[in-house]
């Protein structure tokens, strides 16, 4: 006796546990890739509506009937365990053969054919019918029977997989196309592995992906992990020089410093300042950069030659590098600005991929792998800020020092150059003028302190916001696995009937939340801080995108109304974000209150040139200012809107005062509603 299996197991095995077409397909180019293919190419047929095809051909070293009905065919091992080098070189990458399954069962019927280097001139081929397992009482009653025919090609693999059960519409397609361009390191040109895919779009998406504007980063980090598990790292700036280097001692924040317990590493990353004005002398456009980093930002992770999913992905943050920019903004990047791969050689197989081949097993290894990439930017973090505090207290010194000199000079001018009697008069009023100084000083520092109170409000609140993104995630996977299966198990009508609005309102609030979870991240960037030439129509565009899903959530039409040139002023982004940011979450709160209009709600953003200067106006149809004087809204901590703070629309008239501006407020504007007007001096006036 022995243990046999029901077919059924092939689904639970397979497409169940790998549900992702995609990511069932990436497992078969990652077959080519260990057959020592140097290319290989995914080929969708038809494959935007159900009954398609898919074609995964390589010219690696084929496979004779013994890697056939001892490799290719057995499920759960994998003649790779040895992890004997190929003879390229490489190291083998695929593991268990579920992935292969979860491919091969996205069609009714499967086509292998395989030229084995082996054996020129020879090829075999192997059909699979799915179906045939249907009738049958335990898989092991299928047989199958490779033929020999005789063949002109070269050596390699094809793999036709028929009759697809799901549709790759043009999301998935994307993805896919992604997944295959990261899969080997785009980045290393030396890699002699590049998949293509034949599918509208792929060439563009390359070429983007094939950009690579590592130059116009404003930091490189290059650290690596050697087998003694002994940290070292530097950081250079964007004219290649040194700015800070460490050994393992400086990087481990581990106290007792001992070596890591992992496999060795390469961490190389670029960090990126993408405010214009930081590209003014640069050969590309932030805006370019910011494309490229959409498609290919993110830490990746490659290991043995190939990239893992998800690290890198854009709602996976292995290496908590927005967590740690929430706590801290100053001197870290996000995930959104930065590029980089950490590069695992694993000679003895210490990673471990989950079944699902969706990243690693958090074994010993791989926690001391991340543990030390996170270690590298935190040393990264801590030496920035050490250089950013003692820049500050240069400043204080300098200023105190200077001070301290025009006082001395001012005194001794006072003795040359005024006449005796007049003395008393002039250190009178220098001193009337010392003290008018200190009431201003000390109102500043008052004011300091309200925007330190709110900078920890902020902050709080974006760590809060990144912890929320995790549950989101699995919100959005468990909306995806009903989709898919939904779609499997149900006809078009049932399943439209029955799952379609749920799954659709899943996928809603997932991006909503996602949405709000880089609300705090995108408003704390430190690069919109620095003060320059701002476009102001640009800074709308960017903050009525990031509100985008609260309009849509309160039913508001929104709309710009922006003159035809475009205004620029001296200033900072943050300054302009925050006026507009304050104004509109004004705004929508006013629709919130009782007796406010359900119906037809309506805002208006809208610039215009007078003179000298650029007036920028934000207008509602709700009830207007009342039961507050005028007067009275740009003070600290009063509010009319409950659970509110009362700051808002003093941060607006503190930002354009800043700014050489004013401000000013109708309780019933032009809509009916609040009407804000701001004027600023353009640039040059």
Known sequence: ?????????????????????????????????????????????????????????????????????????????????????????????????????????????????????????????????????????????????????????????????????????????????????LLADPFDNSVAFRPRLIAPGFSDLEKKVNEAYFEAAEYHLKASLNAKGTAEATLLDWKGDLIFSADHENISRNPSKEPYRSVPAEFEMWV???????????????????????????????????????????????????????RNPEVRPSTSTVIGRVIAIDPDDSLIQKTDRLGFIENEAFLELRRFAIDVLEWIAKERLKETEKKREDIKQESSQDVQDVKIRLEKAIEEAVPQENRAIVRNVVKEYETAKEREIKALRDDLQLYRSLATAGTTAAVFAHESSKPVTLIEKIAKRIESKGKQLLSDEAYIKS????????????????????????????????????????????TVELFQPFFKESKIDIKTEKVNQIPHIRGSIALVEAILTNLLTNTINAFQVEGARNQGRQIIIRTEILGNNVRLKVLDNGLGIKDIELDEIWLPGITTTPGGTGFGLTIVKDSVKDMRGKVRALANGELGGAEFAVELPLSGN
């Open 1 to 181: 006796m022995h243990f046999k299996f029901s077919p059924s197991i092939l689904n639970r095995l397979g497409e169940e546990l790998i549900p992702n077409p995609d990511q069932g397909i990436i497992e078969l180019v990652k077959n080519a890739y260990d057959a020592d293919a140097t290319k290989c190419t995914v080929e969708l047929i038809n494959t935007n509506h159900t009954g398609g095809s898919i074609i995964i051909s390589d010219n690696g070293t084929g496979m004779d009937t013994d890697a056939i009905s001892e490799g290719w065919l057995v499920l759960g091992r994998s003649k790779k365990a040895a992890r004997e080098p190929t003879l390229l070189g490489r190291l083998p990458v695929g593991d268990k053969g579920l992935g292969r399954l979860a491919a091969l069962r996205q069609g009714s019927q499967v086509n292998l054919k395989t030229r084995p280097k082996n054996e020129p001139g020879v090829e075999y081929s192997l059909i699979i019918n799915w179906d045939i397992f249907e009738g049958a009482d335990v898989v092991e009653d299928v047989y199958f029977d490779a033929q020999k025919n005789p063949t002109e090609k070269s050596q390699g693999t094809d793999i036709i997989i028929h009759h697809l059960k799901v549709k790759l519409e043009r999301l998935e397609i994307k993805r896919l196309a992604r997944e295959l361009l």
């Open 272 to 326: 990126f300042l993408l405010n214009p004005q930081n590209f003014s002398a640069k050969k590309v456009s932030s805006a370019e950069v910011r494309s490229w980093l959409t498609e290919v930002g993110g830490v990746h992770l490659y290991h043995r030659g190939l990239r893992v999913k998800p690290y890198g992905d854009r709602a996976d943050d292995w290496l908590n590098i927005n967590l740690a920019r929430a």
């Open 499 to 542: 799952l379609k609005e749920p799954v659709e309102m899943l996928y809603r609030v997932s991006s909503s939340w996602k949405r709000f979870a880089n609300f705090p991240l995108h408003l704390l960037k430190r690069e919109k801080r620095r003060s320059g030439v701002v476009d102001v129509h640009s800074v709308i565009d960017d």
